[in-house]
């Protein structure tokens, strides 16, 4: 499975972006698919996650401000991202876990400015 991220960029505090995940061949809606993020000199982090027939999960830093979703007729994942601060300024990857294993997308930028 190959993963291709795309949406980053540069964009003001309180401003909005939507990344996009998309897949190389159709994936179950049963795989988790989630989001994670790495800033500059920091490990990287789980920002949300989504399976069918459960609730998303979401990092507490993020919950309320960003929404994940997915469509399962394009393989594509999906973060919305509102009220965004500086300190979501990080490259932002996403991930799918198929058959118990882990595939990662190239990341995208998102820097935002105060």
């Known amino acids: 499975v190959q993963l291709q991220a795309s949406g980053g960029g540069l964009v003001q505090a309180g401003g909005s972006l939507r990344l996009s995940c998309a897949a190389s061949?159709?994936?179950?809606?049963?795989?988790?698919m989630g989001w994670y993020r790495q800033a500059p000199g920091k490990q990287r982090e789980f920002v949300a996650s989504?399976?069918?027939?459960?609730?998303?999960n979401y990092a507490e830093s993020v919950q309320g401000r960003f929404t994940i979703s997915r469509d399962n007729a394009k393989s594509t994942l999906y973060l919305q991202m509102n009220s965004l601060k500086p300190d979501d300024t990080a490259v932002y990857y996403c991930k799918a876990n198929v058959q118990s294993k882990d595939y990662w997308g190239q990341g995208t930028q998102v820097t935002v400015s105060s």
């Open positions: 061949r159709t994936i179950h809606s049963s795989v988790v």
């Open positions: 989504i399976r069918s027939g459960r609730d998303p």
